[in-house]
């Protein structure tokens, strides 16, 4: 062990100038010595020998075959003086732990990645489908695609990748699920754009990205303070279709979180009961109440019939009520929030 370990120093001090033939020599020689230690010895010796562009080829593999992860694992992971068929050897033939080393390297090839998709557990398929260094082939990214379909965290990986062409894209989103779309458009606004035309080509409807109430916080703080009447400022925003506006002035009338009242006044397709009883507890008249109501509905225009019901509901509604209800929703959400 001794004289490996003052080898290998020799080695390390003068890698960068060695010729091919003096790392042969150096090959030959620490191959001898590596042979006869223990594992511990091996893997301090397969860590200070990974990074080594120019490292012992034969002690490498020898390394990379290790019955032991702690000494295969640095040179799957870091070593340059692997090659394609290396790689493949040992992704064809070992054991899980290994594909996931293998999974890690800064830049792995087609055939590689190919392989890690077809044979890796869940562990292993995520952590190649978040390599950026990583590349499949169509095939291979096909199966990527098709493993997706169960894996919420691998379609979000696989969704923000560079390299994914249209056509997967495509075949991706056909397939995943709600919370994946939000993800997607969360992490990567170009990737909310494609979300929303492949929905719009799969079924014809869009998908609603994550709203961003940041702005419409700080503006409506702003409006407090100036004094101005809020509900002249919430009929403003209604009839102009600003939704993150008008959610945050509800819900600090109201006194609720902005993600609840956004859940509320967000719902196009439930009725307005809820609605109506958010802007009443706002203290909100009428008017403010029925801009508020189109809103909601976009370009799909309220009947007259329905208009009429919600405005006799409304009326009829008294403040203190929809201020208790609101209230009651308060606390509960608060007991729900508590550690248990």
Known sequence: M?????????????????????VEV?????????AQIETKARAELAGRLAPVANAPANVVRSLARDQSIDVSGPVLTHSTRLTEADLLACATGQGQDRLLAISKRASISEAVGDVLVARGDREVVRSVARNEGARFSKAGFGKLVERSAADDELAVSVGLRKDISKEQFHDLVSKASEAVFKKLAASNPAAATQVNRVLFE??????????????AKAAFDELQ??????????????????????????AGLCQLPVEAAGRILGAKQADHDLALLLIKAAGLTWPTAKLILEMRRGEVRIPAQTMDVAHRHFEKLQTSTAKRVVRFYQVRQATADKPH
């Open 2 to 22: 001794e004289t490996l370990r003052r080898v290998t120093d020799l080695f390390m001090v003068n890698a960068e100038a060695c010729s091919e033939a003096q």
């Open 26 to 34: 150096f090959d030959d020689v620490i191959t001898r010595l590596a």
């Open 202 to 215: 799969l079924t014809g409807h869009k998908a609603e990205a994550p709203r961003n109430y940041t702005q």
């Open 225 to 250: 303070r100036s004094g101005q009447p809020i509900e002249a400022a919430v009929q403003v925003y209604a009839s102009t279709g600003k939704v993150e506006e008008t959610v945050v002035a509800i």
